[in-house]
């Protein structure tokens, strides 16, 4: 069967109330369906594919976008979603950025259940422990894509994964990786460790550095970094929980890191152990 091609949509019309009122925690909870805004985020959920079927149910397209991309404005049509040609203000409209693309998808939700992400037995975990800033989860979101993890938890004290901000600071790795969201920590930290995860926690003021940890070899197994929030760090009962609070060392003058290198930097160092034969150990001369 062939794809209905793209029609026009106007402004009035209910298609795009609906997909305005996506902005919006409650209205994205009732519908369960979030925003994908822009050519990378939209060809990826055109690619993607759920239980449910495709992830990308509507998308909205400015003339101009949809000659430009017109190859993911064919994915979309491929994936069974509506495509309406609109005008600029009306993506406008729809849209949370202050310069829009000309492209704006509306998406399923795709979060993964926590208990589906633990029998798939995960070496590299990445948990998002009270962190409330949407452009830290997604970024740390994308680390943890980029750095091979096969899995990111986000508990019930983190911001939602489908802020429109979240899901555009991931650029696209919100489709790549499971993610399980409203997980409380407790939970999250058991569960992974009954199924022989090590539970690290990362933290300025932590006792362990992480370069001591690398040197010892330690970092080869499967482990689930958790990372609190972005002014307060984690709290003391939430470190209690870990196998092990770890900071990343300072060799020079700044005072700290911020989540998302702080987090990129633990993640590449997980995976560069549990790649490397034997672990990661020193091999200065001594």
């Not at 509507?58 to 994936?79: H, M, N």
């Not at 704006?104 to 948990?127: M, Q, S």
């Not at 890191?257 to 152990?273: D, E, I």
Request: aromatic share 4%; glycine share 10%; hydrophobic share 45%.
């Amino acid at each position: 069967m062939t794809p209905a091609a793209p029609e026009p949509i106007s402004p009035r019309s209910p298609r795009v109330s609906a997909a305005r009122r996506l902005a919006k925690r409650n209205f994205r909870g009732k519908d369960r369906l979030f925003l994908a805004e822009g050519p990378q985020a939209v060809r990826e959920a055109a690619g993607h594919r759920t239980a449910d079927g495709a992830t990308l149910v509507e998308l909205f397209a400015t003339p101009d976008a949809a000659k430009r991309y017109a190859d993911i404005v064919g994915q979309a049509l491929d994936a069974g979603a509506r495509v309406h040609l609109a005008d600029e203000d009306v993506i406008a409209d729809i849209s949370t950025t202050v310069t829009p693309q000309g492209l704006v998808g509306v998406c399923r939700f795709l979060d993964t259940p926590f208990d589906e992400i633990l029998g798939a037995a995960p070496r590299l975990v990445a948990v998002l422990a009270h962190v409330r800033d949407p452009g830290n989860a997604g970024t740390v979101l994308r680390c943890a894509d980029a750095a091979g993890a096969e899995a990111v938890v986000l508990t019930d004290a983190s911001v939602d994964l489908y802020n429109p901000k979240a899901v555009r600071a991931s650029v696209g790795s919100l489709f790549h990786l499971p993610v399980a969201v409203g997980v409380p920590v407790e939970r999250a930290v058991a569960g992974l460790k009954e199924g022989g995860v090590r539970i690290l926690a990362a933290d300025g003021a932590g006792d362990r550095d992480l370069d001591d940890e690398l040197d010892e070899g330690t970092m080869g197994g499967p482990t689930a970094w958790v990372f609190g929030n972005e002014a307060w760090g984690l709290p003391q009962e939430t470190r209690a929980l870990a196998d092990g609070v770890v900071r990343v060392p300072i060799h020079g003058k700044a005072e700290s890191l911020n989540l998302a290198t702080a987090a990129a930097v633990c993640l590449y160092a997980s995976a560069r152990a549990q790649r490397a034969v034997g672990g990661c150990r020193s091999v200065t001369p001594g």
